[in-house]
């Protein structure tokens, strides 16, 4: 048995692991490198293996540097089956298909440059053509706990993850010239503390275990503090007649937020009809999705949705799909809650609404999710005094909030108490993690109980 690791290999992004067992090449994600220090020609390089040779392909969950790269996959000669939950089944296309509409616009907007300049034209990581052919790889939906058979002498187990809606870990129990062998990999572990899905289940004892590492060197802040910090921000916010712009993940943050501004409404600190745009065609489409699944969410939120109640519904929400009504949002000089992607500010409508806000006094800016290195959202956390948007340099004069205790990844207690249920495994593999922070944090802490650990480079091989 052989395990490889092609991609979150000392980063946080990139998430693609290869298990070689029982004849069969398995991979663990196909993620996109996200962030300025990673490249296109990154993401256009070779995977480290033959996608055509790969048997089988399970998916954690539905982010973009855990799904993104698929579409490549199956375009270089992937033919085998991809397995994941249904809520990440639904929520990987949305994803799939909106990267891929992206590449193609960026890919059309340099080709225009570089015509003008006598240049080659710029081809696309993937199109949407090349979507839809991912998506025919699909088969078989799984529910937690379910078993399944991959081959003779290859079962696997997705486990609740608590990450976001359809997030699993995943159990591989895999027997290989007598030998046995579990392997466990964690994909993103939730935060338990979680208001919207139950909490991540506990992983069995393993041999082998492959865990993430992001905030593998910090304790989150109590989630009720980060809420009335979140509201706050909010009501003092409008309170100077200023617009809050929330940068958000289509996928569990915008909805999480949602639910919590609900909650400031009901709490009367701020009025029911305040304006709350969310300008995201992929983060209502996403909404759609979680309404679709109910499944997904703790007890009592699903009973209430059973009943016809919607925990991401406000008084003054309005949704904006086209860029038209996007564009009209400029007309809101104050009063008002933007909520937009990106997240980390890498592109999308965000950046529209930065450029419009952040340069006033009276506004706020409030990050309420991880920013990676070499993101705009990273280097506005870390104080930059201006900003370049859209070819304008800005000035950072709004208000800015660093919220880290909505983080749907566990912290490093978390984590431990997570990776305490698997007993001592021969070794763990440290990923997903930036390797002087977060991962490093993490590997103090395991070797300080005893156990081996490693920090495995890109392409890395282990035999197990």
Same mark, same amino acid.
């Given at each position: 048995? &052989?395990?490889?690791?092609?991609?979150?290999? %000392?980063?946080?992004?990139?998430?693609?692991?290869?298990?070689? =067992?029982?004849?069969?090449?398995?991979?663990?994600?196909? +993620?996109?490198? %996200?962030?300025?220090?990673?490249?296109?020609?990154?993401?256009?390089?070779?995977?480290?293996?033959?996608?055509?040779?790969?048997?089988?392909?399970?998916?954690?969950?539905?982010?973009?540097?855990?799904? +993104?790269?698929?579409?490549?996959?199956?375009?270089?000669?992937?033919? +085998?089956?991809?397995? =994941?939950?249904?809520?990440?089944?639904?929520?990987?296309?949305?994803? !799939?298909?909106?990267?891929?509409?992206?590449?193609?616009? @960026?890919?059309?907007?340099?080709?225009?440059?570089?015509?003008?300049?006598?240049?080659?034209?710029?081809?696309?990581?993937?199109?949407?053509? @090349?979507?839809?052919?991912? /998506? &025919?790889?699909?088969?078989?939906?799984?529910?937690?706990?379910?078993?399944?058979?991959?081959?003779?002498?290859?079962?696997?187990?997705?486990?609740?993850?608590?990450?976001?809606?359809?997030?699993?870990?995943?159990?591989?129990?895999?027997?290989?010239?007598?030998?046995?062998?579990?392997?466990?990999?964690?994909?993103?572990?939730?935060?338990?503390?979680?208001?919207?899905?139950?909490?991540?289940?506990?992983?069995?004892?393993?041999?082998?275990?492959?865990?993430?590492?992001?905030?593998? @060197?910090? %304790?989150?802040?109590?989630?009720?503090?980060?809420?009335?910090?979140?509201?706050?921000?909010?009501?003092? $916010?409008?309170?100077?007649?200023?617009?809050?712009?929330?940068?958000?993940?289509?996928?569990?943050?915008?909805?999480?937020?949602?639910?919590?501004?609900?909650?400031?409404?009901?709490?009367?600190?701020?009025?029911?009809?305040?304006?709350?745009?969310?300008?995201?065609? !992929?983060?209502?489409?996403? $909404?759609?999705?979680?309404?679709?699944?109910?499944?997904?969410?703790?007890?009592?939120?699903?009973?209430?949705?059973?009943?016809?109640?919607?925990?991401?519904?406000?008084?003054?929400?309005?949704?904006?799909?086209?860029?038209?009504?996007?564009?009209?949002?400029?007309?809101?000089?104050?009063?008002?809650?933007?909520?937009?992607?990106?997240?980390?500010?890498?592109?999308?409508?965000?950046?529209?609404?930065?450029?419009?806000?952040?340069?006033?006094?009276? =506004?706020?800016?409030?990050?309420?999710?991880?920013?990676?290195?070499?993101?705009?959202?990273?280097?506005?956390?870390?104080?930059?005094?201006?900003?370049?948007? %859209?070819?304008? @340099?800005?000035?950072?004069?709004? &208000?800015?909030? $660093?919220?880290?205790?909505?983080?749907?990844?566990?912290?490093?207690?978390?984590?431990?108490?997570?990776?305490?249920?698997?007993?001592?495994?021969?070794?763990?593999?440290?990923?997903?993690?930036?390797?002087?922070?977060?991962?490093?944090? /993490?590997?103090?802490?395991?070797?300080?109980?005893?156990?081996?650990?490693?920090?495995?480079?890109?392409?890395?091989?282990?035999?197990?």
């Amino acid at each position: 048995m &052989k395990l490889s690791f092609h991609g979150a290999a %000392q980063n946080v992004t990139g998430s693609c692991h290869l298990l070689q =067992c029982a004849g069969l090449r398995i991979l663990i994600d196909c +993620g996109m490198f %996200q962030g300025r220090q990673h490249t296109d020609e990154e993401n256009a390089g070779a995977f480290g293996f033959e996608p055509s040779e790969i048997d089988v392909l399970l998916l954690t969950h539905a982010h973009l540097d855990h799904c +993104g790269r698929i579409p490549l996959l199956v375009k270089r000669g992937f033919k +085998g089956e991809i397995i =994941c939950t249904a809520p990440t089944r639904d929520l990987a296309e949305l994803i !799939m298909m909106d990267s891929a509409k992206i590449q193609e616009e @960026d890919a059309a907007r340099a080709t225009r440059q570089r015509r003008r300049q006598g240049k080659s034209p710029i081809t696309p990581l993937y199109t949407i053509p @090349d979507v839809l052919a991912a /998506l &025919k790889r699909f088969g078989r939906v799984v529910a937690y706990e379910e078993p399944l058979k991959i081959s003779e002498g290859v079962d696997a187990r997705f486990i609740n993850a608590g990450h976001i809606l359809g997030a699993a870990s995943v159990v591989i129990d895999a027997v290989e010239e007598g030998k046995s062998r579990r392997i466990v990999f964690s994909g993103d572990i939730g935060n338990r503390w979680h208001q919207l899905l139950p909490d991540p289940t506990p992983p069995p004892t393993a041999d082998y275990v492959v865990v993430e590492s992001t905030y593998g @060197d910090r %304790q989150h802040r109590p989630l009720d503090g980060s809420i009335e910090e979140l509201l706050e921000a909010v009501r003092e $916010t409008l309170s100077r007649g200023g617009n809050v712009i929330i940068p958000t993940f289509a996928l569990e943050r915008t909805q999480e937020v949602l639910f919590y501004l609900a909650k400031g409404i009901n709490g009367d600190v701020f009025a029911a009809n305040t304006p709350v745009f969310l300008d995201s065609p !992929m983060a209502i489409s996403a $909404t759609e999705i979680f309404r679709a699944h109910p499944e997904g969410f703790r007890d009592h939120l699903r009973r209430g949705m059973s009943r016809g109640a919607d925990p991401f519904v406000l008084p003054g929400l309005r949704l904006t799909r086209d860029v038209v009504d996007s564009i009209l949002i400029n007309r809101v000089r104050g009063g008002a809650i933007i909520m937009a992607g990106s997240g980390m500010c890498t592109g999308g409508r965000v950046r529209h609404h930065m450029k419009q806000n952040i340069w006033r006094k009276e =506004c706020s800016i409030v990050f309420v999710g991880f920013a990676a290195l070499g993101t705009l959202a990273r280097d506005i956390i870390d104080g930059a005094k201006s900003v370049r948007l %859209q070819g304008k @340099d800005m000035p950072v004069n709004a &208000k800015i909030y $660093t919220i880290n205790g909505f983080s749907a990844h566990a912290d490093q207690q978390e984590l431990l108490d997570w990776l305490g249920t698997t007993g001592k495994p021969r070794m763990t593999f440290l990923v997903h993690g930036e390797r002087d922070g977060g991962m490093e944090g /993490l590997r103090q802490e395991l070797e300080r109980k005893g156990l081996p650990v490693r920090c495995p480079e890109l392409h890395e091989v282990v035999d197990l």
